[in-house]
């Protein structure tokens, strides 16, 4: 079972950038489809980006894409999460989820809440001036 401990969250002006992390342990994430997702208050939890950790296959929420890059580093066991151009829109608390599965099934189902079978506590981004 892996578990997942995500970093990087803070307070940023409208424009600026941050760069979310997620480390994990008790399994390698080339097992998964390791994802982004995030709940602003009073809102849904929503996918943000998913990657097929064993080949690097990509997919975005259409909100973030162009702004927002999924990235991993094997060896470090690590996920990431670069947010450029932040909006007070993207103002939420952001989670990283693992879930087993195929390549086609991470790109099809990555985003969906209900596809994630392991969740980090989750790191807060505020973005307001």
């Known amino acids: 079972q892996v578990q997942l401990l995500e970093s990087g969250g803070g307070s940023v002006q409208p424009g600026g950038t941050l760069r979310l992390s997620c480390a994990a342990s008790g399994d390698t994430i080339t097992n998964y489809c390791m994802s982004w997702f995030r709940q602003a208050p009073g809102k849904e939890r929503e996918g943000v980006a998913s990657?097929?950790?064993?080949?690097?296959?990509?997919v975005y929420a259409d909100s973030p894409k162009g702004r927002f890059t999924i990235s991993q580093d094997n060896a470090k066991n690590t996920l990431y999460l670069q947010m450029n151009g932040l909006d007070p829109d993207d103002t939420a608390m952001y989670y990283c989820?693992?879930?087993?599965?195929?390549?086609?099934?991470?790109?099809?189902?990555?985003?969906?809440?209900?596809?994630?079978?392991?969740w980090g506590q989750g790191t807060q981004v505020t973005v307001s001036s």
């Open positions: 989820a693992a879930s087993p599965g195929s390549l086609v099934s991470c790109m099809r189902s990555g985003l969906r809440v209900g596809s994630a079978k392991y």
């Open positions: 990657v097929y950790a064993a080949l690097g296959n990509t």
